[in-house]
Structures are given as C-alpha cells and as structure tokens.
T-cell receptor, first 112, second 113 residues
Framework: GEDVEQSLFLSVREGDSSVINCTYT??????LYWYKQEPGAGLQLLTY?????DMKQDQRLTVLLNKKDKHLSLRIADTQTGDSAIYFC????????????FGIGTKLQVIP | DGGITQSPKYLFRKEGQNVTLSCEQN?????MYWYRQDPGQGLRLIYY???????QKGDIAEGYSVSREKKESFPLTVTSAQKNPTAFYLC????????????FGPGTRLTVT
C-alpha cells in the first residue's frame, strides 16, 4: 500500500510546541517530507528526512522517524501565528517511476 | 529567477468544455507532476512524467490527459469526461532520480459550472 495518514486538525497556543504526526505504509520509501501550505498557495518544502535517519533538526523544526512503526512526526518549537497553515506529510517511493504520495494534511491553528 | 509557473491562477469554464492548464518550469528538471487538491482530501496524483515524451497515469487519471513534448512544459487537459473538475490543481517538478526535493507551482483554481 502507498497510503499516508495524518490527523486533520491541531490547535496550539502561541509559544507552545506543536507536534504533527503521520503514518505511512511503504517501507521502501527513501525520503519522507513535511510540506507547508498557506491559504491559496502551492506547497513549500519545510524539511525532509532520509529513511536511514532517526532524527533531523533544523532550527525550530525537529523531525522524528520510527521506521519500525512507520511513524513520522514534525515538532515545531515556539510556535508562532505565522506557522498557521496546513502541513502535509509525504513519502517518496523507490522503484522505476519515483512518485510522491501525500497525506490528507493537518491544519495547524495557532491561538495568540 | 528560476521556478515553476502555472497560469492562470483562476480559471472558469462551462460544463462540457475541455480546458488546458499550463505548467512551465525553468529549473531544468526531468520529472514533472500534476496533483489535484480537494478540501479534506489532500493531494492526489493525476499524472507524472519522468522524462520528455514519457508519462504515467497517477491515481486519478480518468478524465485528464497530458503531454510532455518539451522538458520545461507539462500541460494538463481537463476533458469533459472528468465528472468533478472543480478543484485546485498543483504542478510540481523534481530534478531527477537522485533528487529529493519536489518544487511546487502556485496552483490554478479551476471552477466549472
């Protein structure tokens, strides 16, 4: 299967940490991604993790990968109102035609 | 100034008409993709192309057609056979097999009445 699943909605207070979770099914995925989409716009790549890594930190963003459970998470430290957006988890499939499949997106609402 | 352009940003059509959405990239990327986004359903892959003159159906190709005659262009035609064409359409590109980053265009919102 090629599904990516994530919860629909998350609400946090400004200054708190946000954790967005995702599960995927393709164990052969080489890269896993987090994208951010603001209203009416395209997708912006926030960060990615290679499948042989457990963790990646990039400023306020921390990605954790549990390959055994096929679980990916994105932690945003010190969440700001500008972080309000939809966050998509995605996986890059290996194989002849390398396609990317996306989760449904988690809408993050940051309360001032 | 490199990137992916999609035009127009908003497109309106009457039911029964075919319509072609433009996607152009000047990143010299080999692979290009078309996605459809509906509220509550995330992104679904319509078609993708790994190289010029080659393309593959994605998960929801019915009612759509594409061409890849030039490396920089990957137009998508929404035909009258597509039952629910109103959606936000996103084009993306990726450099090649060993590249991890997929770049997205700004999207075209198609409304069919």
């Amino acid at each position: 299967g090629e599904d990516v699943e994530q919860s629909l909605f998350l609400s946090v207070r400004e200054g708190d940490s946000s954790v967005i979770n995702c599960t995927y099914t393709d164990s052969s995925s080489t890269y896993l991604y987090w994208y951010k989409q603001e209203p009416g716009a395209g997708l912006q790549l926030l960060t990615y993790i290679f499948s042989n890594m457990d963790m990646k930190q990039d400023q306020r963003l921390t990605v954790l990968l549990n390959k055994k459970d096929k679980h990916l998470s994105l932690r945003i430290a010190d969440t700001q109102t500008g972080d309000s957006a939809i966050y998509f988890c995605a996986q890059l499939h290996s194989g002849g035609y390398q396609k990317v499949t996306f989760g449904i997106g988690t809408k993050l609402q940051v309360i001032p | 100034d490199g990137g992916i352009t999609q035009s127009p940003k908003y497109l309106f059509r009457k039911e029964g008409q075919n319509v072609t959405l433009s996607c152009e990239q000047n990143l010299n990327h080999d692979a290009m993709y078309w996605y459809r986004q509906d509220p509550g359903q995330g992104l679904r892959l319509i078609y993708y192309s790994q190289i010029v003159n080659d393309f593959q159906k994605g998960d929801i190709a019915e009612g759509y057609s594409v061409s890849r005659e030039k490396k920089e262009s990957f137009p998508l035609t929404v035909t009258s056979a597509q039952k629910n064409p109103t959606a936000f359409y996103l084009c993306a590109s990726r450099e090649g097999r060993d590249s991890y980053e997929q770049y997205f265009g700004p999207g075209t919102r198609l409304t069919v009445t």
